[in-house]
């Protein structure tokens, strides 16, 4: 924040309503040092609800500044509109900045099944992975079929293979039944090291019958509305333990030239409020320069 310490600044105001309940407010773009872009947070005087902020450790005023500034928002009796305050330095294009806003789900729906219960996970990465997952909806439904070492094609609907055996899993597919329009899950996998090309979903990567393995995996969400789903995938090599699949990332064997045997693939639509630009009726008269002086930080 310092880089606005001793220059002019604009800023715009926009505000948001939220329905009573507990919220997860994120800085969720890039910091670029040179162009900084401060986020501030207030309750509007609005209404008789109450609105509460528990912020994150790197949070300052309720200020959010850098990519991983969080804060948490309490609403309570009625509905409570926050202030948002944007300040960008005058001398710079505006920056577009993403302010996610996510309710904090206490439905059902983050009751897991006995079967999800059941699957096998890794304890801190698998917690990791599920704070990341936020899991607001139920996942889509899926079929994963995969060609299994001395079995030929099987079908499962969320692991695929066998991870108490060493059959190779020598190749995959995803089905994506009543896909929506604007979102793929995309996938390609390197057979004895060999990267075969990337497909979507319905079509098959790896391999039939050659008794080659898979040495690697990639998966990630594609198209103008990935945003709105999460992608929450685990490969198991032979020998170790699952590892999770990072959205784009490649994921390799830890030891040697293991094998793929086993393969998660569950994609779960994200339930989320984003701040939406809101033009302020008094925006043309904030665009005057200001000093930082004034900024509260």
């Not at 059902?108 to 219960?117: C, G, K, L, N, Y």
């Not at 979507?200 to 990639?218: C, E, H, Q, Y």
């Not at 999460?230 to 590892?243: H, K, N, R, T």
């Not at 939406?276 to 008094?282: D, E, F, I, K, M």
């Amino acid at each position: 924040m310092d880089q606005m310490d001793d220059s002019p600044f604009t800023f715009k105001t926009r505000l948001l309503t939220l329905e009573p309940g507990m919220y997860i407010v994120r800085y969720a773009s890039q910091e670029i040092a040179e162009e900084p872009c401060l986020i501030s947070l207030q309750p509007a005087p609005i209404g008789k609800s109450s609105v509460d902020f528990f912020p994150g450790e790197t949070v300052v005023r309720n200020t959010l500044s850098r990519l991983g500034d969080t804060l948490i928002v309490r609403v309570k009796n009625g509905a409570g509109t926050l202030l948002i305050t944007e300040y960008q330095r005058a001398d710079l294009p505006v920056r577009q900045v993403d302010l996610r806003v996510d309710r904090i789900d206490t439905s059902a729906d983050i009751i897991r099944s006995e079967q999800q219960r059941k699957a096998p996970v890794v304890a801190s990465k698998a917690l990791e992975a599920a704070a990341r997952a936020e899991r607001h909806g139920s996942p889509v439904v899926l079929k994963l079929i995969g060609h299994v070492q001395a079995q030929g094609d099987v079908t499962a609907d969320e692991w695929v293979g066998n991870l108490d055996q060493e059959a190779r899993l020598e190749g995959f597919a995803i089905v994506w039944p009543n896909k929506p329009p604007g979102v793929d899950v995309a996938y390609s996998c390197k057979v004895a090291d060999v990267l075969q090309p990337a497909v979507l979903s319905g079509n098959f990567s790896g391999s039939r019958g050659k008794r080659a393995p898979i040495t690697a995996v990639a998966m990630a969400l594609v198209g103008p509305r990935r945003a709105e789903y999460v992608l929450d995938a685990q490969a198991v090599f032979a020998g170790c333990p699952p590892q999770d699949l990072v959205d784009g990332q490649e994921v390799t064997a830890q030891q040697g030239q293991a094998k793929l045997v086993a393969l998660h693939v569950s994609i779960t639509p994200r339930i989320e409020m984003n701040a939406a630009r809101y033009q302020s009726p008094r925006e043309d008269l904030t665009q005057a320069p200001l000093y930082s002086a004034q900024v509260t930080n």
